[in-house]
């Protein structure tokens, strides 16, 4: 059989203010498995929507066996047999229809006349799992009450069920278990072997990238820097450093503060919607401890968990000594939390109120006088924060909404600390943030942890952690894999750990980086 | 030169867009003051004059508090479909009380209260303990409620003259003067008034009020500010029973006793003076005052059209074109957003 490839020739796409892929040339061929790797941002998803059809706005030239083809919408796309599975599983598939109507969909809405032909319906979905070798499927079930796996699988008997030569899954493994990532790598070796089709797959995992793909290709700031064949030789570290590059971003002077006891001290917890497994941490005073990991690592569902905002199901969280049991995010704030989320918009701040509100509303009370709001204290609450925050609004009264992300973010800030919390937490704070708001947000985690107060700061961004910290936990699928000082951790280190690398990788590492 | 051009343009679209902001804010205030003179001068003494005035308030004193009812659990985003129809047994409850048993009227008015309190213990139940959203709960609530009272009066009206629902003489046989005095100018006007200033003060100046707007706004991060949303939510459910049985009241006072269904039908109507108020003044967000002038509006007009002997049948009409106007004026401009 001939083999079809696809080709991207000096491929660009900018954003606003970046360069989301920046000359790319990319190539891949029917029959094989490649990866495509880089950290967040690196322009992977990017890449992956051009080809999918869904970014239409992109510069360069995209070649089909050689012929020059535009993808400007995801039909041109899938007409020319690429077919594209992305994370976000929910968002392709009808919750509410059976399976064999959601992998007939295309075909149904195509079709003409007012007849359902169930039958066939059924007898061609059932024909496209049984391709799959899938057999626990009944195509009646509604799509909701499959698991997510499954689900996935659904999507895949769609994509490949009628002409697809390049099938491209993002991230596919992320939110799947041990048995059933097993069952899906089945599938993706059934696809290239038998069906003569290119997977293209992108994962975080590189133990998983190094076990089924034959090549694999890394991006960076938008643009690939590398590219190599699997063999039994290649070593996660490799890939690693070509990942991160040697650029780092300009460091932020941290002012190191005195550190104290322990303040906030958790013991195996586990919960946070099934994601968290096993998780032991601790907080000193005056220190800023990070979380590093991933996207989909758990960071979010951990400081959550910890704000009471998910259950935790297992475990012990104590503060100054004391064991907290917290029902909801009430108790957590009565009890000296403080959780600046990583939604701002739809979780930090109310948006629809002003900006005098938003600062008093995590402590409202103290500004009340038998429960009627005092409002000259909490204009003055709001002048004060809006000032040494540097906090740019018109006025106190402006709605929140009006505000730049920066902005937004410091009175999401501001508001713990008029509630003058013990321990804060912070979830990607910096995310959509510019660079000027980016060192003030720096600064003010700084004083607070100078304050003699326990922080805790998730980011995927480590060179940010790296800046910030005085210690790094890693997670890594849910767990705590790794907890480094930040003096002697580096972001090789820190990366291997995030990609479930293991301590000997990282080991020589650091030697060699000595 | 095109510079300042393009910088007085852009200064004109900003200010229609403000005089377009403006007239959308204060439609519902416009729109009354423009029903008022237009029947002024149609109509002339007949429409202006104090008694009409005191007929108008009168006849939307009932509307305006199950209005404020609605307000009050609209105001951290939830909603109650059986609102009136809890209000019909807040009635068997009051009226019962005073011709049955024969409390006093005060004592009537705190039995009528506690019975709503306890019947609302329900609807937080589904709603904030079983998870069902607000709009299912209450539809189903409503044919419980219909059941529940019409079983406790034994199918027919509590009203004088009639036995009670087991068969018993009742304590008392005529309606006092204090009883009907609740139903009638200046008392239904001075409780519609007690209401919306309460319900006003609340929302804007207590803790608690300011906090349901916080969930109405956004419940997530609301909840992730430390704000108990269920504590919140259930003292809105509370504070809504009671204007909801104070509603009850006036319906049973103002018909001298509590006739089957008697409050069920102002649902629709209580509801639509919360959606024209909504945009009043700006506030985006359903609102005590707001309510007022709804209320008002549909009121005056309903007068009004009377008088000009328009038919009563087709004045539905008339209400349902009002919120419908109401309605394109919060949501046609919501989209250049």
């Known amino acids: 059989m001939d083999k079809k490839t696809l080709e991207t020739k000096n491929v660009s796409i900018e954003f606003p203010g970046v360069k989301a892929l920046d000359d790319v040339n990319f190539k891949v061929s029917t029959g094989e498995i490649r990866a495509v790797i880089g950290a967040n941002g690196a322009g992977k998803s990017t890449l992956m929507k051009v080809l999918a059809g869904a970014n239409p706005t992109y510069t360069g030239d995209v070649f089909l066996n050689g012929n020059k083809v535009e993808l400007r919408s995801p039909v041109d796309a899938k007409k020319l047999g690429i077919q594209i599975v992305y994370q976000e599983v929910d968002s392709a598939l009808v919750p509410t229809l059976s399976v064999a109507e959601n992998i007939m969909i295309n075909e149904l809405v195509m079709s003409k006349g007012v007849r359902m032909p169930w039958k066939q319906v059924r007898e061609e979905a059932r024909k496209a799992l049984a391709r799959l070798d899938i057999n626990d499927i009944d195509v009646r079930t509604l799509i909701q009450n499959l698991t997510l796996a499954q689900k996935q699988m659904v999507l895949i008997a769609r994509a490949v069920r009628v002409n697809c030569n390049f099938l491209i899954l993002d991230e596919p493994t992320a939110p799947l278990s041990t048995a059933e990532t097993e069952k899906l790598f089945e599938i993706v070796t059934r696809l290239r072997d038998t069906e003569q089709i290119a997977v293209i797959f992108i994962s975080h995992r590189l133990d998983e990238i190094l076990r089924i793909c034959e090549k694999y290709t890394v991006m960076r700031n938008g643009k690939i820097v590398g590219e190599a064949d699997i063999t039994p030789k290649t070593t996660t570290k490799e890939i690693v450093e070509m990942m991160l590059g040697r650029s780092f971003e300009e460091t932020f002077q941290k002012t190191p503060c005195p550190i104290g006891d322990d303040i906030l001290k958790v013991e195996h917890l586990s919960g946070g919607n099934g994601k968290l497994h096993d998780i032991s941490l601790h907080v000193r005073k005056g220190e800023i401890v990070g979380i590093a990991g991933l996207v989909g690592a758990g960071k979010s569902e951990l400081l959550k968990t910890l704000f009471a905002a998910y259950k935790m199901t297992e475990g012990k969280i104590t503060l100054n000594g004391k064991e907290l049991k917290m029902r909801n995010p009430a108790d957590a704030v009565k009890e000296g939390l403080a959780l600046v989320p990583e939604e701002r918009r739809k979780e930090g701040v109310l948006v629809n109120e002003t900006v005098s509100f938003n600062l008093s509303a995590a402590n409202l009370g103290d500004f009340c006088v038998a429960s009627f709001v005092d409002r000259r204290k909490v204009r003055d609450n709001a002048k004060k924060y809006v000032d040494s925050l540097e906090i740019k609004t018109p006025t106190i009264n402006q709605k929140v909404r009006n505000l730049s992300g920066g902005n937004q973010q410091k009175v999401a800030v501001g508001k713990w600390l008029a509630a003058n919390s013990e321990v804060y937490m912070f979830d990607e704070p910096t995310k959509g943030v510019d660079v000027g708001a980016k060192k003030d947000i720096f600064r003010l985690i700084n004083d607070i942890a100078a304050r003699g107060k326990g922080v805790i700061y998730a980011s995927c961004e480590n060179s940010e952690l790296l800046s910030l910290t005085d210690r790094i936990y890693v997670m890594y699928s849910g767990r705590i894999v790794a907890e480094l000082e930040t003096k002697e951790a580096n972001d090789n280190r820190v990366m291997n750990f995030s990609v479930g690398g293991t301590e000997d990788d990282s080991r020589k590492e650091t030697v060699k980086a000595n | ?337």
């Open chain 2, 1 to 337: 030169m095109s510079g300042t051009q393009t910088l007085a343009a852009a200064n004109s679209t900003a200010k229609k867009t403000n005089i377009g902001k403006f007239l959308i804010d204060w439609a519902a205030v416009i729109a009354l003051v423009a029903c008022i003179i237009a029947f002024s001068v149609l109509s002339g003494k007949s429409f202006a004059s104090t008694s009409n005035l005191i007929n108008i308030l009168r006849a939307m004193a009932i509307n305006t508090v199950f209005g404020i009812a609605a307000t009050v659990t609209m105001a951290p985003d939830g909603f109650d479909m059986s609102a009136a129809t809890l209000a019909s047994c807040s009635a068997y409850a009051f009226v019962s009380g005073y011709l049955w048993f024969g409390f006093s009227t005060l004592g009537s008015v705190l039995f009528c209260i506690v019975v709503t309190l306890v019947m609302y213990q329900l609807t937080m139940f589904l709603i904030i303990v079983c998870r069902i959203p607000d709009m299912l709960a209450t539809c189903a609530l409503m044919f419980v409620h219909q059941g529940l009272g019409q079983w406790y009066i034994g199918g027919g009206a509590v009203s004088t003259g009639m036995k009670t629902s087991w068969g018993a003489d009742p304590a008392r046989t005529k309606l006092g003067t204090s009883f009907s005095a609740i139903g009638r100018a200046p008392w239904i006007i001075i409780i519609m008034f007690a209401c919306v200033g309460v319900a006003y003060v609340f929302l804007n100046f207590t803790k608690q009020g300011r906090f349901l707007y916080a969930m109405g706004g956004n419940k997530e991060a609301a909840k992730l500010s430390g704000i108990d949303v269920k504590k919140y939510r259930y003292l809105a459910g509370m504070i809504t029973a009671v204007f909801i049985a104070v509603g009850g009241i006036l319906v049973s006072s103002r018909g001298s006793s509590a006739q089957v269904m008697c409050c069920d039908d102002y649902l629709m109507p209580s509801l639509a003076a919360v959606f024209v108020g909504r945009t009043v003044g700006g506030a985006e967000k359903v609102n005590a005052i707001g309510t007022l002038v709804g209320s008002a509006l549909v009121s005056t007009l309903e007068n009004g059209l009377t008088i000009l002997a328009v038919p009563y049948y087709v004045l539905p009409a008339v209400k349902g074109a009002v919120l419908a106007l109401a309605l394109i004026a919060a949501y046609a401009t919501k989209k250049e957003d």
